[in-house]
Antibody, heavy 121, light 115 residues
Framework: QVQLQQSGPGLVKPSQTLSLTCAIS??????????WNWIRQSPSRGLEWLGR?????????DYAVSVKSRITVKPDTSKNQFSLQLNSVTPEDTAVYYC???????????WGPGTLVTVSS | QSVLTQPPSVSGAPGQRVTISCTGS?????????VHWYQQLPGTAPKLLIY???NRPSGVPDRFSGSKSGTSASLAITGLQPEDETDYYC???????????????FGTGTKVTVL
């Protein structure tokens, strides 16, 4: 049974970098049949897919156009986890951030428990 | 930026059947991409309810069912139970949102109320 556990600060100052980590148990970040995603949820934007990392013949990433210039999703194979970095945050980035495993056929399961990140000075 | 539209709310009495629609376009559902459904209880992460248009993961009651046709999809709850009162979201893939590749997209969400 795959489980995801998130960690990272719940408060980030404007213009700084939001950093979260998602630790994986029961699967491998190097799996060829999954990808590892970050999704956020806010009242104003609803559920919003942000980006993912995955290994096929090589490591690759896909990012949502709304955050593409500010986001990095990276695997850490030594710790079997992956991370999110979102640069130059504004109050609009305040949201609950989830990590999620994505099956190769497109659905997200399971999800991490979520981290409320507030962007405020 | 939700490109999948759901009704904000639906309601029904216990035991009744309710349906939640998910309306897309020719760049997502109409292009043949599968739809998946999630149930989100208050204060928790979304949980996979239906995958690949019609399939239930192990442990999901058979009163939940999904269908898809053209640019629309539906989630049906037959024999509505009090514990079904919560939020539901559809999800698919859109091939126009990110230039050379697409983006995974969610519906606007529907609150189910059990009267």
């Amino acid at each position: 049974q795959v489980q995801l556990q998130q960690s990272g600060p719940g408060l980030v100052k404007p213009s700084q970098t939001l950093s979260l980590t998602c630790a994986i148990s029961g699967d491998s970040v190097s799996s060829n049949s999954a990808s590892w995603n970050w999704i956020r949820q806010s009242p104003s934007r609803g559920l919003e897919w942000l980006g993912r990392t995955y290994l096929r013949s090589k490591w690759d990433n896909d990012y949502a156009v709304s955050v593409k210039s500010r986001i990095t999703v990276k695997p850490d194979t030594s710790k079997n986890q992956f991370s999110l970095q979102l640069n130059s945050v504004t109050p609009e980035d305040t949201a609950v951030y989830y990590c999620a495993r994505q099956d190769i056929k497109g659905w997200f399961d399971p999800w991490g428990p979520g981290t409320l990140v507030t962007v405020s000075s | 930026q939700s490109v999948l539209t759901q009704p904000p709310s639906v309601s029904g009495a216990p035991g009744q059947r309710v349906t939640i629609s998910c309306t897309g376009s020719n760049s997502n559902l109409g292009a043949g991409y599968d739809v998946h459904w999630y149930q989100q209880l208050p204060g928790t992460a979304p949980k996979l309810l239906i995958y690949g248009n019609t399939n239930r993961p192990s442990g999901v009651p058979d009163r939940f069912s999904g269908s898809k046709s053209g640019t629309s999809a539906s989630l049906a709850i037959t024999g509505l139970q009090p514990e079904d009162e919560t939020d539901y979201y559809c999800q698919s893939y859109d091939n126009t949102l990110s230039g050379s590749y697409g983006s995974y997209v969610f519906g606007t969400g529907t609150k189910v109320t059990v009267l």
